[in-house]
């Protein structure tokens, strides 16, 4: 994946990125597995950030596994 995973959006040129807990906890709840995979490999990530990922990441697998 080419963009950062907490990529918000452009303004003025300038790309802006989710940088505090609370909006990378939303923005998370709509991410991809791959998406996920590549939050989790950040450096500056939240520890409630990381486990909220993580469940994602669970869930995914979970609903994928059903018919």
Not at 39 to 62: P, S, W
């Amino acid at each position: 994946m080419s963009q950062h995973p907490f990529y918000a959006a452009t303004y003025n040129g300038r790309d802006c990125h989710h940088f505090t807990a609370a909006d990378r906890l939303l923005a998370l709840q709509r991410f991809s597995r791959e998406q996920c995979l590549a939050a989790l490999e950040l450096d500056d990530l939240q520890k409630t950030v990381r486990v909220a990922l993580e469940r994602r990441l669970r869930k995914l697998e979970k609903e994928s596994a059903c018919p």
